[in-house]
């Protein structure tokens, strides 16, 4: 590169009234190298993550001042890779390595890796390490490359045979007698936890691929009443109790009584663990012919102690949706209203009236709480003031029909990217601004797991048999595109509608005929 003939141009506010354009040209009696500081790093914000590591490759100097957190900061936060540098340390995720030829590759071959791209101390002595932003910035673009794809590792687990018979229910068919059929799964660094409808949860070590652990445990079905944190898996079960269990050990820890029926859904964020037992609505609403259970409790996962009872105040107030995230809780009711406690005190912070006739879920963001009704309508409101600072419609698919009685709205938030899955219409995938950025179409789609910009769905034709598709959102051509082959992936075929996904690593049950198997893609 000649750092001689350097040109940058940029456009800058002479002041209120007078807007004009100063250009900056480099001749060829002044060196790149030999301007300020200052000024060299406002010139370097406008380059690409290529330019920069172009301008770095010509001398220690301008490699000093490319090798900047603030500037790939910013580009992290362009691409939408910040998360991978606070929600996620990439920077300390170890790449998985294959012990054996039973690890099969994805179509796209295996997993790649930044191997030249960060430089330490010991690469090369007396440059400059690498800095934090700019590692994550390569790291996680490599692994964003492996994801579309299709680059992995996998990792197969046969649960598929059940030495002791007792376990299996005399109701299950002779077909299915040995079918092991996965209702949970929380993983953790290497560990994988996955409960089942033999009334059994199994631990798992993912590297050497052998059962640490088989816990007799009647565990609720709901997919989120299972979590794990800081090597303590937490299992909501049937009976209505919370037990906690050592993974390393496989020993129970804790058991948490109090609520009437099966734990439905709990968060776990490794020292309060926040629960709520009731049948869970579905598109066509409520089974009247079960008792609701509106209380939501507290609890301390050190000694399992119930620390407080979340209530609306009313009896025949019925809860419709709970989220947790820093220590704030957050429910919807069938009033109509969102109630915000501190999970610390448990003091409730704000009721907020929606004006909404059809409240359906609540959704905790980044100092932000995002209501949204059955018929199609989000509302946004900010924490501190509890000020509504945004309203939107779903820009539901042309042709649908408001009017229908049935055609209702569920929603699922994550990273800043709202789902709203319809009973006839399919799935949409929307910003917060309410700008439509995916849609897919079939009807039977639901939405298991969403991170970062990709979003796990299974979808079914007869209820049974079904398969799983992983969707990238942000890869939509003018925010308006529907799934097409270039954002959309098949996974495989499954039986049930349970999956987990973090940044680096998918689980899934597969169907390979008889004996089934619970499959782990490493894609970092």
Same mark, same amino acid.
């Given at each position: !590169?000649?750092?001689?003939?350097?040109?940058?141009?940029?456009?800058?506010?002479?002041?209120?009234?007078?807007?004009?354009? /100063?250009?900056?040209?480099?001749?060829?009696?002044?060196?790149?190298?030999?301007?300020?500081?200052?000024?060299?790093? $406002?010139? /370097?914000?406008?380059?690409?993550?290529?330019?920069?590591?172009?301008?770095?490759?010509?001398?220690?100097?301008?490699?000093?001042?490319?090798?900047?957190?603030?500037?790939?900061?910013?580009?992290?936060?362009?691409?939408?890779?910040?998360?991978?540098?606070?929600?996620?340390?990439? %920077?300390?995720?170890?790449?998985?390595?294959?012990?054996?030829?039973?690890?099969?590759?994805?179509?796209?071959?295996?997993?790649?890796?930044?191997?030249?791209?960060?430089?330490?101390?010991?690469?090369?002595? &007396?440059?400059?390490?690498?800095?934090?932003?700019?590692?994550?910035?390569?790291?996680?673009?490599?692994?964003?490359?492996?994801?579309?794809?299709?680059?992995?590792?996998?990792?197969?687990?046969?649960?598929?045979?059940?030495?002791?018979?007792?376990? =299996?229910?005399?109701?299950?068919?002779d077909n299915y007698a040995y079918l092991q059929l996965i209702l949970n799964i929380a993983v953790e660094g290497d560990c994988l936890v996955a409960?089942?409808?033999? $009334?059994?949860?199994?631990?798992?070590?993912? %590297?050497?691929?052998?059962r640490q652990h088989l816990i007799q445990l009647d565990i609720s079905e709901d997919s989120e009443a299972l979590k794990m944190k800081d090597g303590?898996?937490?299992?909501? %079960?049937?009976?209505?109790?919370?037990?906690?269990?050592?993974?390393?050990?496989?020993?129970?820890?804790?058991?948490?009584?109090?609520?009437?029926?099966?734990?439905?859904?709990?968060?776990?964020?490794?020292?309060?663990?926040?629960?709520?037992?009731?049948?869970?609505?579905?598109?066509?609403?409520?089974?009247?012919?079960?008792?609701?259970?509106?209380?939501?409790?507290?609890?301390?996962?050190?000694?399992?102690?119930?620390?407080? =009872?979340?209530?609306? &105040?009313?009896? *025949?107030?019925?809860?419709?949706?709970?989220?947790?995230?820093?220590?704030?809780?957050?429910? *919807?009711?069938?009033?109509?209203?969102?109630?915000?406690?501190?999970?610390?005190?448990?003091?409730? !912070?704000?009721?907020?009236?929606?004006?909404?006739?059809?409240?359906?879920? %609540?959704?905790?963001?980044?100092?932000?709480?995002?209501?949204?009704?059955?018929?199609?309508?989000?509302?946004?409101?900010?924490?501190?003031?509890?000020?509504?600072?945004?309203?939107?419609?779903?820009?539901?698919?042309?042709?649908?029909?408001?009017?229908?009685?049935?055609?209702?709205?569920?929603?699922?938030?994550?990273?800043?990217?709202?789902?709203?899955?319809?009973?006839?219409?399919?799935?949409?995938?929307?910003?917060?601004?309410?700008?439509?950025?995916?849609?897919?179409?079939?009807?039977?789609?639901?939405?298991?797991?969403?991170?970062?910009?990709?979003?796990?769905?299974?979808?079914?034709?007869?209820?049974?048999?079904?398969?799983?598709?992983?969707?990238?959102? !942000?890869?939509? *051509?003018?925010?308006?595109?529907?799934?097409?082959?270039?954002?959309?992936?098949?996974?495989?075929?499954?039986?049930?509608?349970?999956?987990? !996904?973090?940044?680096?690593?998918?689980?899934?049950?597969?169907?390979?005929?008889?004996?089934?198997?619970?499959?782990?893609?490493?894609?970092?």
């Open positions: !590169m000649n750092c001689c003939r350097w040109i940058c141009r940029m456009e800058t506010d002479a002041s209120e009234a007078d807007h004009r354009t /100063f250009t900056y040209q480099l001749t060829d009696g002044v060196n790149l190298a030999d301007l300020p500081q200052e000024l060299k790093a $406002r010139i /370097f914000r406008h380059l690409t993550a290529t330019d920069l590591c172009r301008v770095a490759l010509c001398n220690r100097i301008l490699r000093e001042t490319a090798n900047d957190d603030d500037l790939w900061h910013r580009l992290c936060q362009s691409q939408g890779w910040e998360r991978y540098g606070t929600m996620s340390d990439l %920077c300390k995720e170890p790449p998985f390595k294959p012990t054996s030829k039973e690890h099969k590759t994805g179509e796209g071959g295996a997993p790649t890796f930044p191997v030249n791209a960060v430089v330490t101390g010991s690469d090369w002595p &007396g440059l400059v390490d690498t800095c934090k932003w700019k590692e994550v910035y390569m790291k996680a673009r490599h692994l964003e490359e492996n994801w579309r794809n299709e680059r992995f590792y996998t990792t197969l687990f046969d649960l598929s045979l059940i030495n002791d018979k007792e376990n =299996v229910s005399s109701s299950n068919s409960g089942s409808w033999h $009334r059994t949860l199994e631990v798992w070590d993912m %590297c050497s691929k052998k303590i898996v937490a299992a909501g %079960c049937k009976d209505g109790k919370i037990r906690t269990f050592s993974a390393q050990t496989g020993e129970q820890l804790q058991v948490m009584s109090g609520h009437r029926l099966a734990v439905s859904q709990l968060f776990f964020d490794g020292k309060t663990i926040v629960s709520v037992a009731q049948k869970q609505p579905s598109l066509w609403g409520y089974d009247d012919s079960v008792d609701a259970d509106s209380d939501i409790r507290v609890w301390s996962a050190a000694n399992g102690a119930s620390r407080y =009872v979340l209530q609306s &105040g009313h009896e *025949a107030t019925r809860l419709l949706h709970l989220d947790y995230k820093e220590k704030i809780v957050a429910g *919807a009711y069938n009033d109509n209203i969102i109630r915000i406690w501190d999970a610390r005190s448990g003091s409730c !912070m704000q009721d907020i009236a929606c004006g909404m006739n059809k409240l359906t879920s %609540c959704h905790l963001g980044d100092s932000i709480v995002i209501g949204a009704s059955k018929d199609f309508i989000v509302k946004i409101w900010e924490l501190q003031s509890w000020e509504c600072i945004k309203t939107f419609d779903v820009p539901l698919h042309r042709g649908i029909q408001l009017s229908s009685p049935y055609e209702q709205a569920k929603y699922m938030y994550s990273d800043g990217l709202l789902i709203a899955v319809t009973l006839h219409n399919g799935l949409y995938i929307l910003n917060l601004n309410g700008e439509r950025l995916l849609i897919d179409g079939r009807g039977t789609v639901q939405p298991l797991s969403l991170k970062g910009n990709k979003l796990l769905t299974w979808s079914s034709e007869d209820g049974w048999y079904g398969g799983l598709w992983l969707f990238y959102p !942000m890869k939509s *051509a003018d925010g308006k595109a529907q799934g097409s082959s270039k954002t959309v992936q098949y996974v495989g075929q499954t039986h049930v509608a349970c999956a987990w !996904m973090s940044d680096t690593k998918m689980v899934y049950q597969g169907m390979y005929g008889f004996p089934t198997y619970v499959s782990v893609r490493h894609y970092w």
